[in-house]
């Protein structure tokens, strides 16, 4: 007989407000920034102009880059609240407190350990990347987060017979929500780690049930009628842009080709899990003897077979980004939870002692890094009160973080650890003026709409132009002289040449642009007969008009 799991709902009231710090409080502090927040929000707020529910637009024309699940929670959100950056931001870090959970619940279900799961979690929600995707405008967390409660929802049902029913349901539909955030990857990746770990398991059969039929019916009712509507009403159009080029033409071209080597993803997934990378590497070691040797409990061959189906999904692909494999995130998240409880438990804390002591080696250059970058670039500091504030915090910590390893005081310095990423972002914050120009378009386009009639297109370099288009809402053209072209086509006119530049400029009697000092000079050069005045810069964007001379 299965012994009984209670779920311990005050761990779940903590990690839901210890989520609400690390992944949502100030997430309003930031203008949304280029190029990818605009260009979703710009993306969902076209919608309720076009009065569209079904089909994305940008630019006042269908886009069909991206399915529409994570469009609606944002129309949703701007149709009540307003496109705000911190209701854009929200669907994100809503999904991260359910990542929280779903992590939460398949360690308390998989290893029966309260604290496990409560450590899992919160290694999970306190890794760079997690935190980092769960504060900004990014389909990712919301894809992960579907991948992970589909997977925690099938195997909580294998593991518990009288949970099948609702598990396998469960893992169909959160898979289906999956395919309506990302695309079929979202069904490809759960079936192939489902039927991996069936399969290794020799219990096939398990899919042989009526619940599983009833499951792919959900499936087929929840993630289809989208696709049939936007094949029907788009054709090839759709077909060729969502389904060849965003899926198999990036399987055989890279987007990005400096990312396109066999080591990209195995370091990243190291990098992107800072503060807990020296644990995964070394918790990896741990976990792979866990999958040969303990054939008791299947949870270690089910994430096996987890980081598996979604590493082999994309390594093989030449387009490469951090964001397409960090739906085996929350796995690694849990091996390495697992292994520091494991060694804590077992009495023989040498290997978390080492990893201690390198872990504080590294966090204590930071402020001594600060310190050197301060002295270097005074001017980005622009009051040094909250800079040395957090310089005294942070020398604080590390304090209490020696103490602790000396006093073998582990699981303080585990939470310890876990804080290092929120105090990061909460740095950030106090300077987020700062930089604010270097990464949004707010400021530029504000000072051009507020002190300038702006009629026609206004010329953008590429990084600016969703941004130009979201905080002035007007049409736009992109410059990109000898450039790197986009790789989706977008319905902007696109100024690729010298001769193209000259005749759209023949076209407009002023023309404001906001550009990069190099397309700035690139203007300059080209604008023969015109007067190219810089108004003002922000950041590294230039706000330029440009006054045809009589």
């Not at 759709?238 to 965003?246: G, T």
């Not at 993803?265 to 644990?279: D, E, H, K, L, Q």
């Not at 206004?458 to 049409?475: A, E, L, N, P, Q």
Request: charged letters at 15%; glycine letters at 4%.
């Amino acid at each position: 007989m299965q012994s009984e799991i209670k779920i311990d709902f005050k761990q779940i009231l903590i990690l839901i407000v210890v989520s609400y710090i690390f992944l949502i409080m100030g997430n309003s502090f930031l203008s949304l920034t280029n190029p990818d927040e605009v260009f979703y929000s710009q993306t969902a707020r076209e919608m309720i102009q076009q009065k569209s529910w079904m089909t994305p637009f940008l630019f006042g024309q269908p886009q069909f880059e991206k399915p529409v699940l994570f469009y609606w929670l944002l129309r949703i959100g701007f149709m009540v609240f307003g496109a705000l950056p911190f209701v854009a931001r929200f669907p994100a870090a809503l999904f991260g407190i359910f990542g929280a959970i779903g992590v939460y619940l398949l360690v308390l279900y998989g290893f029966k350990d309260k604290k496990k799961a409560f450590a899992c979690a919160l290694v999970l929600i306190s890794s760079g990347l997690y935190v980092g995707l769960a504060r900004t405008v990014f389909i990712d967390l919301v894809f992960t987060v579907l991948i992970l409660l589909s997977l925690t929802s099938f195997f909580i049902g294998y593991i518990r017979q009288e949970l099948k029913a609702r598990g396998i349901i469960l893992f169909f539909l959160f898979a289906a929500l999956a395919v309506l955030a990302k695309g079929p990857l979202g069904f490809t990746i759960v079936i192939m780690a489902v039927v991996a770990f069936l399969a290794i398991k020799k219990d096939l059969k398990f899919l042989l049930d009526k619940y599983f039929l009833w499951g792919l019916l959900i499936f087929i009712l929840v993630s289809a009628p989208w696709y049939l509507f936007m094949i029907y009403k788009y054709g090839s159009s759709f077909n060729n842009e969502f389904f060849y080029n965003v899926h198999i033409r990036r399987f055989f071209e890279a987007e990005h080709p400096a990312n396109d080597t066999w080591y990209f993803y195995p370091f990243s997934m190291i990098a992107c899990m800072f503060p807990w990378s020296i644990y995964v590497v070394i918790s990896f070691f741990y976990f792979t003897k866990q999958v040969l040797t303990n054939k008791r409990n299947p949870i270690y061959l089910f994430l096996a077979c987890w980081i598996t189906a979604v590493f082999v999904t994309f390594q093989f692909a030449h387009s490469k980004l951090v964001s397409y494999i960090f739906p085996l995130f929350p796995a690694l998240a849990v091996i390495s939870g697992d292994f520091f409880c494991n060694v804590i438990d077992s009495g023989k804390a040498k290997a978390i002692k080492i990893v201690s002591w390198i872990m504080w080696v590294v966090l204590a250059l930071f402020p001594a890094g600060l310190l050197f970058a301060a002295n270097k670039y005074p001017e980005y500091i622009t009051s040094k009160v909250p800079f040395y504030n957090f310089i005294i915090l942070y020398s604080v910590i590390l304090l209490v973080m020696l103490f602790s390893i000396i006093k073998k005081k582990y699981w303080l310095n585990f939470y310890l650890i876990s804080v290092q990423v929120p105090l990061l972002i909460f740095f950030v914050f106090f300077f987020h003026n700062n930089y604010e120009n270097f990464v949004s378009s707010k400021n530029p386009c504000k000072f051009l709409m507020d002190n300038y009639k702006v009629e026609g297109r206004i010329i953008c370099s590429k990084s600016f132009m969703r941004g130009v288009r979201f905080y002035t809402d007007k049409d736009v053209a992109m410059f990109s002289i000898g450039g790197s072209s986009l790789y989706s086509p977008h319905p902007v006119p696109v100024l690729d040449s010298e001769e193209h530049t000259r005749k759209f400029l023949e076209t407009q009697a002023v023309t404001f642009c906001v550009l990069s000092r190099s397309s700035v000079e690139d203007l300059k050069r080209i604008a023969i007969g015109y007067n190219v005045e810089v108004l003002k810069v922000f950041g590294n964007e230039y706000v330029v008009r440009v006054i045809r001379l009589k």
